[in-house]
């Protein structure tokens, strides 16, 4: 499973998940954690200026994400990834192991 969480920063979560420039991406399988990454978007890859569906844009540093993790963000993304089978998520957690942990997503 592939999670991105809006962190602009590397170290905690945001909110306004349709403007963040960064995030962090795990790799989870079994639980566990396999892999995790932060990634940094440019202007025209920051979803709220995406022409499309994520889903459709391969190269995105996005694309293939199961769940989507945020402390907020408006009907209109949130709308949008559901209807792509990414499950959103909202926390008001501001550390990403607390947020996946609270999540139930990793032990």
Request: hydrophobic fraction near 35%; proline fraction near 4%; charged fraction near 20%.
């Amino acid at each position: 499973m592939k999670i991105a969480l809006t962190s602009p920063n590397a170290r905690t979560l945001s909110g306004h998940a349709g403007k963040c420039p960064g995030f962090l991406v795990f790799e989870i399988t079994n639980r566990q954690i396999i892999q995790q990454s932060h990634i940094k978007l440019n202007k025209e890859q920051v979803l709220r200026n995406l022409k499309g569906s994520l889903s459709n844009q391969v190269d995105h540093p996005l694309s293939g994400i199961n769940v989507f993790v945020t402390q907020s963000l408006g009907e209109g993304l949130q709308r949008r990834l559901t209807e792509q089978n990414i499950e959103v998520l909202q926390t008001q957690e501001n550390d990403p192991i607390n947020a996946l942990k609270t999540l139930n997503l990793i032990d």
